[in-house]
């Protein structure tokens, strides 16, 4: 017998209709969804004998085996069969099925359908931004201060990633690329100065070569497949009332990252009057700025009057201390934020609640719990390097415990690493675009750069160097001056002699003469066996070759981190997939792909943590942003720089993390100039510019973040912030964060 909260008795009261459920962090959301769908099936609510099935819809693949594993073991105590009456899908495989289904039906061949996943698109991605900035290379220089390498690789990178924000948020809107196109286009009596945005311009461009490049592919990505799917069920009512009959239930998670055009497939799938179940949390809907998803859908939702709402507002994950801090944030922004579009859009009202006496989950005692906030100096000088000390000292004397550093931004995550390194400490680094996810980069293309084209004496001495620090056998030895090695094997007469030798005469006559000691030709010929060894493998497939060389830089060396064999691995799928996409590719081309990832033009493509069911180890640091530790919780929680910087008071403050050389956030921007170039006046926020609606969404994702990051918290939350940091090699003041004051008087009350 399952002992459940009121909240969820009432839940599963459900019968049919639309059923809103506002789940508060930690309140078992996906436990109770399971026991509905479960009850459902129960009850007779479908009939499994006539394929009926309760259809649940997810966005993590993780969760999927994991929503099969709990309806099925329901199921069994039901004395239900367990392998029917349900169908667990994420909306990237609905979609599919949906078109499939219709495709099928009409007679084509439903398994021609090609869609891409997350590398492909983002290779195709890759070349419609290079090819913009290419043919339109002064204005896209025009928005940097200063022309540097340093300056265009990161340019290109933030390009990238706002140009994915921007197609997301106008296939969303189903805006065709030549549409918007068309409007940035209008003649003289039409202009205005959203029309005339050089960021709108280059957007437009990479939007139509992007379209254009997957045209010609005859390929679709997924925001595409949603779009058709939506399409599908919205002209062909027919085949929706099939679908209907397939699955007349339809239980939907993690609602509050919905976006548009997700809305209308599900809702024209249920049909007007049909049975819809969302379970969400619009207080963490943290995608807000760089997605088309908004807790603004999700809201509007609950209020409609044909919703019914059943809340689940117990948590046992807090202690009932954390839990306090996370309400007293909520009901400030509510209450008082000197912003009124902060205050009205940011959070919905919904305090959390602890678990009632007697609760399967009881919340840890409040004497088992403590909230700390810091204030230091200086970021880099003090902040960082103590909360490395911190969280390292924190883990040795509770190894029992799960402990995560969650931090604003990557970079700053990156120099904490820094910091754990020289400590030597046990933690795991999710980190998208880490430094190490670079260095493995670098190292295996610096290897394959040289199987490439064995006579460039630069990609042997990088190839060494990589080795080298690595700490390989091939390059270890007492290399007194690697400056003056790196010299000498520069100077080497054919390359290819060097490698391929007839015999020893001819490899020594290879090296300039008089200049190699006795000590050298040990290390040379450790090189050059190991290169040798390599090109025997030289011939295999991309994917192959890869795998075989990642097994050989990091199967065997205890000076990397663990994980990264398993990047390593990562990218020989990267590898195989570019040259399925680019069947004219050999290495050099690979290769030289590969090196924009090590050089930073271009991020990998990997999973999140959740993606693959990550799962914190007791007294192993977890480092991490706040966005990815969303689904994540720790015994211990440290968050980092919560400062004016990273959660502006103002709408005219700076804004940590949003490119100060470019004067914002280019992918907010961007996306709220869509909303005015193609709606007028009817953005989110009335009456207000395309910047300052900007500015009100950061803002708003980064109070919620806030939240967010206090509610990953079991039992130990510490905050910090420094007065001062670095930005741009520039020494600036940072102000106080307002909310961390009021968390700081929340506190002062509980001890008084």
């Known amino acids: 017998m399952i002992n459940l909260r009121p909240s969820q008795e009432e839940i599963l009261k459900y019968e049919n209709g639309r059923l809103a459920i506002s789940a508060v962090p930690g309140s078992g959301k996906t436990f109770t969804l399971s026991l509905l769908a479960a009850q459902l099936i129960g009850a007779g609510r479908i009939t499994p004998a006539t394929d009926q099935q309760i259809l649940i819809v997810t966005y993590l693949n993780a969760s999927v085996d994991n929503f099969k594993a709990r309806i099925r073991q329901r199921l069994e105590v039901l004395e239900l ?63 940097l201060p200063e022309d540097s390498p340093q300056m ?155 919703v019914s ?126 430094g190490h996810e670079r260095e493995i980069a670098a190292a295996m293309h610096a290897i394959l750069a ?53 015999d020893e005469a001819q490899w020594t006559a290879a090296f300039p003469a008089g200049v190699v000691s006795d000590d050298d030709w040990q290390h040379f010929r450790r090189l050059a066996d190991f290169l040798r060894r390599m090109f025997q493998m030289r011939d295999l497939p991309i994917d192959d070759l890869a795998l075989t060389l990642g097994d050989e830089l990091f199967a065997h060396s205890s000076d990397v981190h663990e994980g990264d064999l398993a990047i390593a691995y990562q990218i020989a799928t990267i590898l195989r997939r570019w040259r399925d996409m680019q069947p004219e590719w050999r290495l050099p081309e690979l290769a030289a792909e590969l090196a924009d990832v090590a050089n930073g033009r271009r991020r990998l493509p990997l999973p999140s943590p959740t993606d693959y069911g990550y799962e914190p180890e007791p007294g192993r640091i977890t480092l991490t942003t706040q966005h990815s530790a969303k689904g994540l919780e720790w015994d211990a929680v440290f968050l980092v720089g919560i400062d004016g910087f990273w959660i502006p008071g103002t709408l005219d403050s700076p804004f940590l993390g949003v490119h100060d050389f470019l004067g914002g956030d280019p992918t907010a921007e961007a996306s709220a100039q869509l909303r005015y170039l193609m709606k007028g006046e009817a953005g989110i926020y009335p009456e207000r510019s395309a910047t300052d609606s900007a500015h009100i969404e950061i803002i708003s994702e980064r109070l919620r973040l806030l939240y967010v990051g ?25 102000e106080p964060a307002t909310v961390l004051g009021v968390l700081y008087q929340y506190l002062k009350e509980r001890e008084a």
């Open 710 to 734: 206090i509610t990953r918290a079991r039992r130990f939350l510490h905050l910090s912030r420094s007065r001062a940091t670095r930005q741009y090699s520039k020494e600036r003041d940072a």
């Open 450 to 502: 040289i199987l490439a084209n064995p006579l460039d004496t630069r990609a042997l001495v990088a190839a060494h160097a990589s080795l080298h620090a690595l700490g390989h056998p091939a390059a270890l030895g007492p290399l007194e001056g690697l400056d003056r090695f790196h010299t000498i094997l520069r100077s080497v007469y054919q390359p290819e002699v060097f490698l391929f030798p007839w």
């Open 152 to 306: 265009r690789a990161r340019w290109r990178d933030i390009t990238a990633r706002t140009a994915r924000a921007f197609m997301r948020a106008a296939k969303n809107e189903r805006y065709r690329p030549e549409e918007v196109l068309r409007r940035l286009t209008l003649d003289d009596n039409h202009q205005s100065p959203i029309n005339q945005s050089p960021l709108l311009q280059m957007m437009g461009g990479i939007y139509g070569r992007y379209q254009t490049l997957l045209t010609r592919q005859s390929v679709l990505d997924f925001d595409d497949l949603i779009w058709q799917a939506a399409d599908l069920l919205q002209h062909r009512p027919d085949f929706a009332a099939q679908l209907r009959q397939r699955w007349p239930y339809v239980l939907e998670d993690e609602a509050q990252d919905s976006v548009p055009l997700q809305e209308v497939l599900l809702e024209t799938l249920t049909g007007l009057n049909g049975n819809w179940v969302r379970v969400g949390d619009p207080n963490q809907a943290i995608t807000s700025t760089f997605t088309a998803a908004h807790p603004r859908f999700f809201n509007a939702f609950m209020d409609r009057p044909d």
């Open 309 to 434: 709402g059943r809340p689940l507002p117990n948590s046992g994950r807090c202690a009932p201390l954390i839990i306090g801090a996370a309400n007293t944030l909520l009901n400030w922004v509510i209450d008082k934020h000197p912003v009124p579009e902060v205050r009205r859009y940011t959070f919905r009202r919904q305090a959390i609640l602890p678990t009632p006496p007697g609760d399967a989950q009881p919340n840890p005692p409040d004497s088992e719990a403590a909230i700390r906030i810091k204030v230091y100096k200086h970021r880099e000088d003090e902040e960082l390097p103590a909360i490395a000390r911190l969280t390292a000292k924190y883990a040795q004397q509770r190894p029992d415990h799960t402990l995560a550093i969650l931090v604003p931004t990557n970079q700053i995550g990156h120099d904490i690493a820094d910091h754990l390194d020289e400590l030597d400490v046990a933690y795991d680094n999710l980190l998208r675009g880490s």
């Open 81 to 143: 069969p367990s392998d029917r009456g349900f169908d667990v899908r994420t909306l990237h495989s609905l979609a599919l099925e949906i078109v499939r289904l219709a495709s099928s039906g009409l007679g084509a061949d439903s398994d021609a359908l090609n869609v891409l996943d997350d590398t492909q698109s983002s290779h195709y991605l890759a070349l419609a931004v290079d090819g913009w900035v290419e043919q339109n290379l002064d204005l896209w220089l025009a928005f």
